[in-house]
C-alpha cells in the first residue's frame, strides 16, 4: 500500500494544526486552513497516516494503491 494522494477538505479543516506538527512534511496551514505541500512525498508515510488519524473533524482522505 503505497500512498498517491492525499485531499484535504478545506471546507471540514479546523486549522488545529495537528496535521502540521505530525506530518511537518505534508501539511502546511495558510490563513487558519490546511493545504497538502507540493513536496509532500519526502513525508514518510507512518506520518501522513498519524495526521490523518490526528484530525479532529477527519478533513483528511487518502487516496492508496
Ligand atoms: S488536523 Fe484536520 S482540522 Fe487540524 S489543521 Fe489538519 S486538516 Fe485541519
Redesign the pocket.
Known sequence: MAIKKIQ???N?????????S?APKA?E?KDG??YVKENWQEESEENIKA?KE???????SLEED
Open positions: 484535504v477538505d478545506q471540514l479543516c479546523i486549522g488545529c494544526g495537528a496535521c502540521q505530525m501539511f496551514l486552513k490546511s495526521a490526528s484530525c479532529p473533524v477527519q478533513a483528511i
